[in-house]
């Protein structure tokens, strides 16, 4: 009894470190984006950063929000927007955010001892299965384009993502990754 105990465990663990592995190679965070369908992007030529801006919770400015002004900006510039100190045509606004995350699921644990079985018949619904909790951290960054003139949200986008300890170790990699990506989106190209 112990031995196929320990057997199912085995199998189990693997099966779940598979399944990990396969979450981890994704290319990148998820992202979503929207814009006002009355707004032409194209008539915007500057931009500015909302004061104060969302990441800068306390008011001052803090070293991530600064890693997001800097991949902001370069994703802006390369789309021949140009950044100006204040009024600017479209005021740039971000924040970073956070939380904690449950994922259960249920999956199948193949008994090999019932063999046997296999294409003859089938057992009961439920039968030999492991329900899996996995607890983790989402990161939320949400970019906000706003019409200055008009005080009107023209364009937002976000990226969701799993906190890694890659993401921990290189915060900078991450915001550059999820920037780059929400841009990607943008309904202006990149000048190349």
């Known amino acids: 009894m112990n031995l196929s105990r320990n057997l199912r465990a085995l199998i189990l663990a693997g099966t779940a470190a598979l399944a990990l ?6 290319s990148g965070p998820t992202v979503r984006v929207d814009a006002d369908p009355t707004a032409n992007m194209a008539s915007y030529g500057t931009y500015s950063f909302f004061e104060p801006f969302g990441t800068d919770r306390s008011g001052a400015a803090t070293p991530l929000g600064n890693t997001v002004k800097q991949a902001l900006r370069r994703e ?3 789309r021949g927007l140009r950044y100006v100190e204040s009024g600017g045509d479209l005021l740039v606004n971000a924040a970073i955010k956070s939380s904690e995350k449950t994922d259960v699921s ?3 644990v193949p008994d090999p001892y019932f063999g046997y079985r296999y ?12 329900t899996i909790v996995r607890q ?3 990161g939320t ?3 906000d384009l706003v019409d200055r003139a008009r005080k009107q949200l023209v364009w937002s986008g976000a990226a969701f993502g799993r906190v890694t300890d890659k993401v921990r170790n290189n915060p900078q990699g ?3 990754t999820a920037v780059r990506e929400i841009f990607a989106r943008y309904p202006k190209a990149a000048v190349q």
């Open 76 to 78: 802006m510039d390369v």
């Open 106 to 108: 249920t999956m199948s």
């Open 174 to 176: 991450a915001v550059d």
């Open 136 to 138: 983790y951290t989402e």
């Open 119 to 130: 294409g003859r018949y089938s057992p009961w619904v439920g039968y030999n299965q492991e």
């Open 141 to 143: 960054l949400t970019i």
């Open 21 to 26: 592995g396969a979450c981890a190679t994704t």
